[in-house]
Protein backbone atom coordinates (compact mmCIF):
# COMPACT_ATOMS: atom_id res chain seq x y z
CA UNK A 1 0.00 0.00 0.00
CA UNK A 2 1.25 3.62 -0.63
CA UNK A 3 2.79 5.64 1.87
CA UNK A 4 0.68 9.09 1.71
CA UNK A 5 2.66 12.20 3.94
CA UNK A 6 0.21 15.54 4.09
CA UNK A 7 0.65 18.45 6.65
CA UNK A 8 -0.30 17.68 10.14
CA UNK A 9 -1.96 21.38 10.00
CA UNK A 10 -3.08 24.48 8.12
CA UNK A 11 -4.76 27.94 8.94
CA UNK A 12 -7.21 30.13 6.61
CA UNK A 13 -9.27 32.69 6.85
CA UNK A 14 -12.81 32.77 5.33
CA UNK A 15 -13.08 33.27 2.00
CA UNK A 16 -9.06 32.05 1.27
CA UNK A 17 -8.79 29.09 -1.09
CA UNK A 18 -6.87 26.50 0.49
CA UNK A 19 -4.76 23.88 -0.89
CA UNK A 20 -3.59 20.68 0.73
CA UNK A 21 -0.77 18.35 -0.74
CA UNK A 22 -0.52 15.24 -0.17
CA UNK A 23 2.80 12.96 -1.04
CA UNK A 24 2.78 9.45 -2.22
CA UNK A 25 6.00 8.89 -3.66
CA UNK A 26 5.19 5.11 -4.21
CA UNK A 27 2.26 5.34 -5.94
CA UNK A 28 1.13 2.46 -7.83
CA UNK A 29 -0.41 2.25 -11.72
CA UNK A 30 -3.90 0.80 -10.71
CA UNK A 31 -4.18 3.46 -7.47
CA UNK A 32 -6.33 6.08 -7.19
CA UNK A 33 -6.09 9.01 -4.80
CA UNK A 34 -8.94 9.89 -2.71
CA UNK A 35 -9.77 12.65 -0.10
CA UNK A 36 -12.00 12.26 2.76
CA UNK A 37 -13.33 14.80 5.58
CA UNK A 38 -13.55 14.69 8.97
CA UNK A 39 -15.16 16.91 11.70
CA UNK A 40 -14.95 16.33 15.07
CA UNK A 41 -17.34 12.97 16.61
CA UNK A 42 -18.17 12.41 13.32
CA UNK A 43 -16.84 9.70 10.52
CA UNK A 44 -14.81 10.65 7.18
CA UNK A 45 -16.70 12.28 4.64
CA UNK A 46 -16.05 11.29 1.29
CA UNK A 47 -14.81 14.36 -0.85
CA UNK A 48 -13.56 13.64 -4.02
CA UNK A 49 -11.48 10.81 -5.89
CA UNK A 50 -9.18 11.06 -8.64
CA UNK A 51 -6.87 9.37 -10.94
CA UNK A 52 -4.94 11.86 -13.00
CA UNK A 53 -4.87 15.51 -14.31
CA UNK A 54 -7.99 17.17 -12.56
CA UNK A 55 -11.13 16.47 -11.12
CA UNK A 56 -13.69 19.13 -10.04
CA UNK A 57 -17.07 18.61 -8.03
CA UNK A 58 -19.26 21.04 -6.34
CA UNK A 59 -17.05 20.87 -3.19
CA UNK A 60 -13.48 21.04 -4.35
CA UNK A 61 -10.57 19.89 -6.75
CA UNK A 62 -8.27 17.67 -7.14
CA UNK A 63 -4.78 18.47 -9.13
CA UNK A 64 -2.55 15.57 -9.92
CA UNK A 65 0.34 16.15 -11.74
CA UNK A 66 1.74 13.42 -14.81
CA UNK A 67 3.71 11.51 -12.24
CA UNK A 68 1.11 10.81 -10.17
CA UNK A 69 3.43 11.47 -6.91
CA UNK A 70 1.72 14.01 -5.55
CA UNK A 71 -2.03 15.94 -5.40
CA UNK A 72 -3.49 18.65 -3.82
CA UNK A 73 -6.69 19.23 -2.65
CA UNK A 74 -7.92 22.60 -3.69
CA UNK A 75 -10.99 24.18 -1.56
CA UNK A 76 -12.16 27.31 -3.02
CA UNK A 77 -13.68 30.34 -1.15
CA UNK A 78 -13.48 28.56 2.44
CA UNK A 79 -15.46 29.18 5.09
CA UNK A 80 -15.61 28.21 9.00
CA UNK A 81 -17.89 25.42 8.44
CA UNK A 82 -14.67 23.94 6.59
CA UNK A 83 -13.03 23.53 9.55
CA UNK A 84 -12.42 19.93 9.82
CA UNK A 85 -9.27 17.27 9.28
CA UNK A 86 -8.91 16.23 5.94
CA UNK A 87 -7.49 12.32 4.87
CA UNK A 88 -5.44 11.78 1.71
CA UNK A 89 -5.46 7.96 0.60
CA UNK A 90 -4.34 6.27 -2.19
CA UNK A 91 -6.83 3.44 -2.93
CA UNK A 92 -4.96 0.36 -4.92
CA UNK A 93 -7.49 -1.67 -7.15
CA UNK A 94 -5.03 -4.88 -6.20
CA UNK A 95 -5.28 -4.67 -2.30
CA UNK A 96 -8.86 -5.10 -2.12
CA UNK A 97 -10.95 -3.18 1.10
CA UNK A 98 -8.02 -1.80 2.08
CA UNK A 99 -8.58 1.74 2.81
CA UNK A 100 -6.34 3.17 5.16
CA UNK A 101 -6.43 6.25 6.22
CA UNK A 102 -3.09 8.23 6.49
CA UNK A 103 -2.56 11.05 9.34
CA UNK A 104 -4.47 13.80 8.21
CA UNK A 105 -4.20 17.21 7.86
CA UNK A 106 -6.12 19.61 10.29
CA UNK A 107 -7.32 22.89 8.55
CA UNK A 108 -8.73 25.87 10.48
CA UNK A 109 -10.80 28.47 9.51
CA UNK A 110 -10.81 31.55 11.07
CA UNK A 111 -12.56 34.45 10.56
CA UNK B 1 -31.41 6.70 1.99
CA UNK B 2 -27.45 7.52 2.08
CA UNK B 3 -27.21 6.79 5.69
CA UNK B 4 -25.18 4.66 7.98
CA UNK B 5 -26.57 4.12 11.43
CA UNK B 6 -24.89 3.25 13.98
CA UNK B 7 -26.13 2.46 18.17
CA UNK B 8 -25.30 2.92 20.35
CA UNK B 9 -23.80 6.36 20.47
CA UNK B 10 -21.95 5.91 23.80
CA UNK B 11 -21.49 2.86 25.29
CA UNK B 12 -19.71 2.23 29.03
CA UNK B 13 -18.67 -0.88 30.23
CA UNK B 14 -16.52 -3.05 32.17
CA UNK B 15 -13.70 -5.03 31.15
CA UNK B 16 -15.45 -8.21 32.26
CA UNK B 17 -18.75 -7.47 30.44
CA UNK B 18 -20.19 -8.20 26.89
CA UNK B 19 -21.98 -5.86 24.48
CA UNK B 20 -22.02 -5.09 21.15
CA UNK B 21 -22.12 -2.57 18.63
CA UNK B 22 -24.58 -2.52 15.87
CA UNK B 23 -24.88 -1.02 12.19
CA UNK B 24 -26.95 -1.08 9.63
CA UNK B 25 -27.07 0.46 6.06
CA UNK B 26 -30.29 0.54 3.56
CA UNK B 27 -28.28 1.53 0.25
CA UNK B 28 -28.04 -2.09 -0.99
CA UNK B 29 -24.11 -2.11 -0.39
CA UNK B 30 -22.26 -4.85 -0.44
CA UNK B 31 -19.16 -4.55 1.58
CA UNK B 32 -19.05 -3.47 4.93
CA UNK B 33 -16.16 -2.12 7.32
CA UNK B 34 -15.47 -1.29 10.87
CA UNK B 35 -12.86 1.10 12.03
CA UNK B 36 -11.11 1.98 15.10
CA UNK B 37 -10.37 5.43 15.91
CA UNK B 38 -8.61 6.85 18.83
CA UNK B 39 -8.86 10.93 19.61
CA UNK B 40 -6.72 12.71 17.38
CA UNK B 41 -5.51 9.48 14.87
CA UNK B 42 -6.61 8.68 11.91
CA UNK B 43 -9.28 5.36 11.70
CA UNK B 44 -7.31 2.49 11.27
CA UNK B 45 -8.86 -0.42 10.00
CA UNK B 46 -9.77 -3.47 12.08
CA UNK B 47 -12.49 -5.54 9.82
CA UNK B 48 -13.84 -6.13 6.02
CA UNK B 49 -17.16 -8.16 4.86
CA UNK B 50 -17.72 -8.83 1.79
CA UNK B 51 -21.12 -10.08 0.27
CA UNK B 52 -21.53 -11.09 4.07
CA UNK B 53 -18.10 -13.23 4.71
CA UNK B 54 -15.45 -11.72 6.40
CA UNK B 55 -12.62 -10.91 4.00
CA UNK B 56 -10.33 -8.83 6.00
CA UNK B 57 -9.35 -8.77 9.62
CA UNK B 58 -6.39 -6.66 10.53
CA UNK B 59 -4.83 -9.29 13.30
CA UNK B 60 -7.91 -7.78 15.67
CA UNK B 61 -7.61 -9.36 19.05
CA UNK B 62 -10.34 -12.01 19.60
CA UNK B 63 -12.13 -9.64 22.33
CA UNK B 64 -13.69 -8.26 19.03
CA UNK B 65 -15.65 -10.54 17.15
CA UNK B 66 -17.65 -8.98 14.16
CA UNK B 67 -20.71 -10.51 12.56
CA UNK B 68 -22.40 -10.07 9.27
CA UNK B 69 -26.31 -11.94 9.76
CA UNK B 70 -27.47 -10.23 6.42
CA UNK B 71 -26.44 -7.50 3.92
CA UNK B 72 -27.84 -4.62 5.89
CA UNK B 73 -26.34 -5.40 9.20
CA UNK B 74 -23.27 -5.59 10.77
CA UNK B 75 -21.95 -5.96 14.60
CA UNK B 76 -18.93 -5.70 16.67
CA UNK B 77 -19.55 -8.44 19.94
CA UNK B 78 -17.00 -7.06 22.84
CA UNK B 79 -16.07 -9.41 25.73
CA UNK B 80 -13.16 -8.97 27.92
CA UNK B 81 -12.03 -5.34 27.02
CA UNK B 82 -9.10 -3.46 28.24
CA UNK B 83 -9.46 0.59 29.28
CA UNK B 84 -6.88 1.37 25.99
CA UNK B 85 -9.70 -0.29 23.96
CA UNK B 86 -11.87 2.58 24.49
CA UNK B 87 -12.35 4.99 21.40
CA UNK B 88 -14.45 6.08 18.64
CA UNK B 89 -15.63 2.76 16.71
CA UNK B 90 -16.82 3.53 12.72
CA UNK B 91 -18.88 1.74 11.00
CA UNK B 92 -18.96 2.27 6.92
CA UNK B 93 -20.21 0.33 3.74
CA UNK B 94 -19.60 0.43 0.33
CA UNK B 95 -21.14 -0.50 -2.90
CA UNK B 96 -18.79 -3.43 -3.68
CA UNK B 97 -15.51 -2.88 -2.15
CA UNK B 98 -13.58 -1.96 -4.81
CA UNK B 99 -11.32 0.44 -3.46
CA UNK B 100 -12.56 2.60 -6.21
CA UNK B 101 -15.59 3.49 -4.67
CA UNK B 102 -16.75 5.66 -1.63
CA UNK B 103 -17.42 4.85 1.35
CA UNK B 104 -20.38 5.48 3.67
CA UNK B 105 -19.40 6.54 7.56
CA UNK B 106 -21.62 6.17 10.09
CA UNK B 107 -20.94 8.77 12.81
CA UNK B 108 -19.95 6.02 15.18
CA UNK B 109 -19.65 4.54 18.75
CA UNK B 110 -18.06 6.20 21.12
CA UNK B 111 -16.96 3.44 23.73
CA UNK B 112 -15.60 4.03 26.99
CA UNK B 113 -14.24 0.92 28.96
CA UNK B 114 -13.62 1.26 32.53
Known amino acids: LAKTTQPISMDSYEGQEVNITCSHN???????ITWYQQFPSQGPRFIIQ???TKVTNEVASLFIPADRKSSTLSLPRVSLSDTAVYYC????????????FGAGTQVVVTP | DTEVTQTPKHLVMGMTNKKSLKCEQH?????MYWYKQKAKKPPELMFV???????INESVPSRFSPECPNSSLLNLHLHALQPEDSALYLC?????????????FGEGSRLTVL
Open chain 2, 49 to 55: YSYEKLS
Open chain 2, 27 to 31: MGHRA
Open chain 1, 50 to 52: GYK
Open chain 1, 26 to 32: NIATNDY
Open chain 1, 89 to 100: LVASTDSWGKLQ
Open chain 2, 92 to 104: ASSQTGGNTGELF
